[in-house]
């Protein structure tokens, strides 16, 4: 579960270093060592010379490190596993609804999701915010499916735009 807002989403230290949940210690230590040299400062120089945004790749590799080392203990998983569903527990939903449900607007390249929400406003969800948690929003006509490899159904939590409800998005990848 990934709780998105307007202009954020927070990830789970396990979407930052893209395993599983119940990953083993080396599928994580495997992650972390290719996602570090990817985010690696050093690595960088070329690209921090020419983009315009070198303060997220800071944040990118700063949140790496951080990732591993909270799952890289057991210890400080343990607990952080155990925050983590509880965290998901205390997320009260005014309803949970599937993709299907959603209405989709196709804007240039991106393709916009939204679900009206009681007070007359809508929760929404773009393919873009989508895409920077590992999903791929396929759309034919009028039918979405949402892609992602090795993954588990899973949930996200959508706010409205305008009142204090959130809604559940129940996604069940298809491989």
């Not at 759309?139 to 409800?165: E, F, Q």
Request: charge should be negative; proline fraction near 3%; include cysteine.
């Amino acid at each position: 579960m990934v709780l998105v807002g307007k202009s954020s989403i927070q990830k789970t230290y396990y979407d930052i270093l893209s395993v599983k949940e119940d990953a083993t210690y080396e599928e994580i230590r495997a992650s972390y060592k290719s996602a570090v040299l990817n985010s690696h400062p050093d690595k960088l120089h070329n690209i921090t010379e020419t983009s315009d945004h070198p303060h997220e790749l800071e944040v990118r590799f700063l949140n790496v490190r951080k990732a591993w080392e909270i799952l890289g203990d057991s210890k400080t998983r343990a607990l952080y596993d155990h925050e983590l569903r509880d965290s998901r527990q205390d997320i009260d939903t005014a309803e949970d609804i599937s993709l299907d449900e959603m209405t989709m607007e196709d804007v240039g390249e991106v393709v916009e999701l939204f679900y009206q929400c009681r007070c007359g406003d809508y929760f929404a969800i773009d393919s873009e915010e989508l895409k920077e948690m590992g999903y791929r929003l396929d759309s034919g006509g009028n039918k979405a499916v949402l892609n992602r490899p090795d993954s588990l159904p899973t949930s996200v939590i959508l706010p409205c735009g305008s009142c204090s409800l959130k809604i559940r998005l129940m996604i069940n990848t298809q491989c």
